[in-house]
């Protein structure tokens, strides 16, 4: 987001010719996940039925033969005399079965989303159009352009009815370069949709937006990746295509002069949507860390009440298991464990003495006999 009041328009040779204001919609809240979302399911309204016939896999009387045959219990073909008859049918893994889980034509293909939702992914889209850091990340060719939001006069594009003279305007204000990607971008696609008349993909252009009727889309309509689009009906599927932000927009004059009847500002409501007002962002700043670490805040912040206690000398620390002062620390009853544990140990030593002193006595007696 930006906080710049003015931005600069420029006519067809790229010389500033005046400024517009800043519309407050591009400054609104950037939600991706609500423009995922969103894009997601608006994605899936243009979708035609398809489906699998309601009796395909299952036109014979196959069933199965049971146990002890030695034989899968799989349904099977009945007859004989052919090489069908005995075959496996119905199941997914046979041949000539029917798929799993066969498409219906009545699957709810369609999606409803909420009309508030598909506002604010529309003003998210918009207001990440303006950063060009997001147009850049997206892979559009913005480097040669004057800036972000690119605007440009009036007069500069209504005049345009040929796809040269347009090409033309590209060129100078140093927009075909994200043409050229487009064109280069060009590969067959991947997959069996290529032989389902959509062999070739191609990535996204810059999106031309203007108010009113206008003859710049036929112009524009066979150069590769551009779209136009009215301000006034502007969709989410062409401001973020594949639900990823940051669409590059060229933008007309009057075109951006009317984003804040459109959409409303901070202030008041829209004039064309009714009861519709833009979202406020909940921080003006984000960087969070930042302001924190501002010297208004710390100036202005009670010093911390938490004393660390740290030990002056290194600790030493020993195994209470091999060191009995380390063990009397932590259990001081060790010590008259460890006295008994003593005293017993030499009273056994004191009766095996013994037992040794006698058995030794027996056996010089006996060798002396």
């Not at 796809?163 to 590969?187: C, F, G, M, P, Q």
Request: hydrophobic share 40%; net charge positive; with cysteine.
């Amino acid at each position: 987001m930006t906080t710049r009041p003015f931005v600069q328009v420029f006519d067809a040779q790229n010389k500033v010719v005046g400024k517009v204001k800043y519309p407050n919609v591009l400054s609104t809240p950037i939600r991706p996940d609500l423009v995922n979302f969103v894009h997601t399911n608006l994605n899936k309204n243009a979708r035609q039925a398809y489906g699998a016939a309601p009796y395909a896999g299952e036109q014979t009387s196959a069933e199965s033969w049971g146990t002890g045959r030695a034989v899968a219990r799989i349904p099977r073909v009945p007859g004989s005399g052919t090489h069908r008859s005995g075959q496996g049918a119905f199941g997914n893994m046979c041949r000539g079965g029917r798929m799993y889980g066969p498409n219906k034509t009545w699957r709810r293909w369609n999606r409803k989303v909420n009309v508030n939702q598909k506002r604010y992914a529309v003003v998210s889209a918009l207001a990440a159009s303006a950063v060009a850091s997001l147009v850049t990340a997206r892979g559009h060719r913005i480097s040669g352009i004057n800036e972000v939001p690119l605007v440009i006069s009036n007069e500069s594009v209504d005049s345009i009815q040929k796809t040269k003279a347009a090409v033309e305007l590209l060129k100078k204000i140093n927009a075909y370069a994200d043409v050229t990607k487009v064109i280069d971008s060009k590969h067959i696609r991947a997959g069996a949709g290529k032989a389902r008349n959509r062999r070739y993909k191609v990535r996204k252009g810059p999106l031309v937006v203007v108010s009113g009727k206008s003859t710049v889309a036929q112009a524009l309509r066979n150069v590769p990746g551009v779209e136009v689009a009215n301000v006034t009906r502007l969709n989410l599927l062409k401001l973020a295509p594949g639900g990823h932000l940051g669409r590059f927009i060229i933008w007309t004059k009057s075109a951006f002069e009317q984003l804040d009847a459109t959409f409303g500002t901070f202030a008041k409501a829209s004039t064309q949507k009714k009861g519709y007002t833009l979202p406020r962002p909940m921080m003006a700043n984000a960087d969070v860390v930042r302001l924190v670490n501002s010297d208004e805040i710390q100036a202005a912040v009670r010093a911390s009440k938490v004393v660390v206690k740290r030990p002056t000398a290194t600790v030493r620390r020993s195994n209470p298991l091999k060191n009995l002062r380390a063990m009397i620390k932590l259990n001081p009853a060790a010590v008259s464990s460890r006295r008994t544990q003593v005293k017993s140990q030499k009273s056994k030593s004191i009766k095996v003495n013994k037992k040794n002193q006698l058995r030794s006595k027996l056996v010089s007696a006996t060798f002396n006999q």
